[in-house]
């Protein structure tokens, strides 16, 4: 069996060596995240911990996929960030325990294949899209921000001037190394550029990163609502989280099962049983939602892994992190800037993957990542949504003139047959 311990064990020193390479990627990106979430850096490192945990265990019982590696989720952040602007941080942790909820309904009655009907795979790469316009927005001005002492009243200051030229050195750098390593050792640019940039700041003065050291505490997840409208907003917003979530972990379940060394299948049910209990798990603590991120995994991957056993040892080294969290001051904002930046445009990029669809996927995945962009993406995805049921029923009614009741009839009957992508 491919999750039995003799099997594990085989691959033991693989698994340990990719392990400690994907944990130390996943750091930067992790408190980038966390950072758009406006969550603190410590709870997100926390959650990436307790999901690596759960899926090891989970894939000795129910393997979902082979070589994925958690972490929260940088699609989902600024969905997190609305949340902590409307229902306040002390209501998240029952927003998690919510949405974990309504992702243990998807999973139980198996609805992802329904959901990925009603959401075409292209909005979802529009959407996605326009979150990773939002996060290089949001990280852009740190590539120039520099530390209060040195602030002036002229903007193209000497030390101004000084924070551009290294991030756009280090922006130069760091693609390069990635354009030649990412076929083999995707993490060097990004130990690469975390190493200069700590040397760089010990000779010039550079804005740091700076991490609360919040309490880790156990509590019921318990919510704190007094207007009966809240509710229905709660109900509505945690369904979208739900469902973001799902889709984002069918689709890097796709990708993953084509890059697993031993071509072995992927469950996706079985991924979503471990993202429910891990977000349920991390409601408790005040956690945020995770899934098995494509980044994280392909370098897991190209690391070496070949089971679980790699998350594990993921979860370890960030583990040393979350005890630890003094160390990551010694990051200069600039580094962690062309990280998330890099990070958007990727995300941006699968808009190239939509133009082999036709030209209406193109255009209409645009909208939604133009829509995410500006309104959010509750509101863009839902327009976009709205959009893409009315150009149906134009083209099935008007065009090609068949009655409104044979089209909700066809579709009633795809939904209840068998055609629902995994």
């Known amino acids: ?4 311990a003799a099997f594990q064990t085989k691959y033991v020193f693989r698994d340990f060596q990719a392990g400690i390479i994907t944990g130390t990627m996943a750091i930067p990106l992790t408190v980038g995240i966390a950072l758009m979430s406006n969550y603190p850096i410590k709870i997100a490192l926390a959650t990436v911990v307790s999901a690596c945990f759960i899926g090891w265990i989970n894939a000795w019982f129910k393997p979902g996929n082979f070589i994925g590696a958690p972490g929260v989720a940088a699609g989902l952040a600024p969905v997190l960030a609305l949340g902590v602007e409307n229902f306040g941080m002390e209501n998240m942790a029952f927003i998690i325990f919510l949405t974990a909820f309504f992702q243990a309904v998807i999973w139980k009655f198996d609805l992802q294949k329904y959901i990925l009907m009603a959401v075409p795979k292209y909005l979802v790469e529009g959407l996605l899209a326009g979150v990773g316009l939002k996060i290089i927005v949001n990280f852009f001005p740190m590539t120039y921000e520099i530390p209060p002492n ?31 390593f990412q076929a083999r050792q995707p993490a060097i640019p990004y130990f690469v550029l975390i190493s200069a940039g700590a040397i760089i700041a010990h000779f010039t003065p550079l804005p740091m990163l700076h991490v609360d050291d919040v309490p880790l505490l156990l509590s019921l997840p318990l919510p704190n609502f007094n207007n009966p409208w809240t ?11 739900a469902v973001i979530d799902v889709i984002e972990q069918v689709m890097s379940n796709a990708a993953i099962e084509k890059i697993d060394p031993l071509q072995r299948k992927c469950n996706t049910n079985n991924s979503l049983l471990a993202i429910w209990i891990a977000n349920m798990s991390s409601s408790f603590f005040g956690g945020m939602t995770n899934l098995d991120g494509l980044a994280k995994s392909t370098t897991n991957k190209l690391a070496g892994a070949y089971t679980k056993l790699s998350v594990l040892t993921v979860g370890a080294v960030i583990l040393f992190f979350v005890l630890n969290t003094q160390l990551l001051e010694y990051l200069p904002k600039f580094s962690l800037a062309v990280i998330m930046i890099f990070t958007g445009w990727k ?29 959010g993406i509750f509101e863009g ?3 976009a949504l709205l959009l893409h049921g009315s150009v149906n029923y134009i083209v099935f009614s008007q065009v090609q003139h068949i009655k409104t009741i044979t089209i909700i009839k066809k579709y009633l009957k795809r939904f209840a047959g068998d055609g629902g992508a995994d």
């Open 1 to 4: 069996m491919q999750n039995s």
């Open 150 to 180: 040195l602030t002036s009243e002229v903007f193209w200051s000497g030390p101004r001037i000084q924070i551009i030229l290294i991030s756009c050195a280090s922006l130069v750098a760091f693609l390069y190394l990635f354009a030649r």
């Open 231 to 241: 509710w229905l907003y709660v109900i509505g917003f945690t369904l979208m989280l």
């Open 347 to 375: 995300m941006m990029l699968g808009l190239v993957h939509v133009a082999h669809q036709g030209q209406y996927a193109l255009i209409l995945a645009i909208l939604c990542a133009l829509l995410v962009f500006r309104l």
């Open 381 to 383: 995805l839902l327009l």
